[in-house]
């Protein structure tokens, strides 16, 4: 198959549908030829609220032998596929207080602009000013026909508040950006497969509009009938995709079934997490994203882990001092059930086999990114971020506990755009990007 007679264009030869095309181009018979094939890459980064308990969560020892804590102890399965960094920093401040600055300097690695949102304490501020890390990639991705997917990122969350503010969105398209994640299991599913009402109106325009095109067609001259006919060509693929949508389910990719009538409540938060997961395995499959996120609740994240017997709000148990015994056991437990989140994302991409032959597993292609706002919720401090990184995907040496001494997360989030192969030289504040890449990753 050559350059110009692509698989794209094999399909549409056969008269299908850019419609089925997602679930079509990872058929193994549809596979590139040896000498094109190239890897795919993926990346998820997971948020959870209100920093840890280093004493339940750091590992003691560095290297290839170390010991999984109470709070990493669900990654215990995938330990040699684990990377755990310690003394990655949050080195960037600015207007905002901790929290604030925690999750909007995050992925972007840059100031917030001066705004009127007043936190617990320091200055107001307001959105990030720069690109998250995840939309970085995300475009650096789209630009290439080869890597280029329907949605390009997905943006998963689990009881994200309706309000947008600074502790609400960590992913940015861009300065004074901030992207929503989509909380709504259900508006994920009918954003990934549910088009039916869209496309049966959208036949009744297209059907006016060949109409019209007709009409016109022949009292223009040639130079303005070509450019119809491109028009005319591009209605008929478009009605096309309407004819073959009730199949598309039918075809390389199932469809799955959501379990119906999860309400958006703390106690259903579970449920919830168990759907999204589900859902951003199934679209990788699909690949209709090489990137996603899934943020839990928001920074200040007041969930009641009821579930676990837990009936404070999270963050006012992450205030409470180390010496409240009490609070520190059940922080552990929460962070216990992040990672368990964690540990069931990395099973559901392990058991799925890479679509498209290109051999092993969703997770031998996909990187998992943990982490948090805040070091340690009661300190509020930005120093020693916690930085989980679980599976494949970006040529990280897995298996280890790294040590660094308060090295700014500017580095890790250029090493996070070098593993796809955007070698960029800085991102965020170029300040913090002066050493490159973090050492030792690779």
């Known amino acids: 198959m050559n350059h110009r007679n692509t698989r794209r264009g094999f399909l549409r030869d056969l008269g299908i549908s850019a419609a089925a095309l997602p679930f079509l181009t990872n058929l193994p018979c549809l596979a590139a030829p040896d000498g094109e094939k190239r890897r795919k890459q993926r990346l998820i980064v997971l948020f959870s609220p209100d920093g840890i308990v280093p004493s339940a969560f750091w590992p003691d020892e560095e290297g290839a032998s170390f010991t999984l804590k ?103 398209a861009g300065p004074n950006q901030p992207l929503a994640p989509i909380d709504n299991p259900y508006q994920m599913f009918a954003k990934l497969y549910g088009r039916a009402k869209d496309q049966e109106s959208l036949k009744s325009v297209l059907d006016d509009l060949t109409e019209d095109l007709n009409k016109v067609r022949s009292r223009v001259g040639a130079e303005d009938r070509r450019i119809l006919e491109e028009h005319a060509t591009i209605v008929r693929e478009m009605e096309q995709e309407i004819r073959t949508a009730d199949s598309k389910k039918d075809v390389g990719h199932a469809v799955p079934v959501l379990e119906p009538g999860v309400r958006e409540d703390n106690d259903n938060i579970p449920q919830i997490s168990k759907l999204q997961i589900d859902l951003m ?33 999270q963050h006012d148990l992450s205030h409470k001092p180390d ?42 292609n ?23 990184l679980v599976g494949g995907g970006l040529g990280f040496q897995m298996g280890r506990s790294l040590k660094y001494p308060r090295v700014a997360h500017n580095r890790l989030l250029l090493s996070l755009a070098h593993g796809v192969g955007h070698r960029i030289s800085r991102f965020g504040n170029p300040d913090f990007c002066g050493d490159g890449p973090l050492a030792n990753l690779t």
């Open 323 to 364: 010496s409240d015994a009490d609070a520190q056991e059940k922080l552990t437990r929460v962070n216990r059930w992040y990672c368990e989140q964690l540990a069931y994302l990395a099973k559901r991409l392990s058991e799925t086999p890479e679509p498209g032959g290109g051999g092993g597993t969703l997770l031998d």
């Open 70 to 172: 109470e709070s990493l102890k669900p990654l215990e399965p995938f330990k040699n596929r684990t990377l755990i960094l310690n003394g990655v920093s949050d080195r960037i401040r600015g207007d905002g207080d901790g929290h604030m600055r925690g999750i909007g300097c995050l992925l972007t690695g840059i100031e917030l602009f001066p705004g009127n949102v007043q936190g617990g304490s320091d200055t107001p501020a307001g959105w990030s000013s720069g690109i998250s890390i995840d939309q970085e990639i995300r475009n650096f991705l789209q630009k290439d026909a080869a890597t280029r997917t329907r949605f390009g990122s997905l943006e998963f969350g689990v009881m994200v508040p309706e309000r947008a503010d600074t502790w609400t969105r960590m992913s940015y």
């Open 366 to 388: 996909t990187l998992i990114v943990w982490t948090n706002e805040l070091g340690k919720g009661n300190s509020h401090t930005l120093d020693n971020i916690p930085f989980v």
């Open 281 to 313: 395995v199934n679209s990788f499959a699909a690949d209709f994203a090489r990137v996603a996120t899934l943020q839990y609740t928001n920074s200040v994240g007041q969930a009641r882990f009821r579930w676990l017997g837990i009936e404070e709000g």
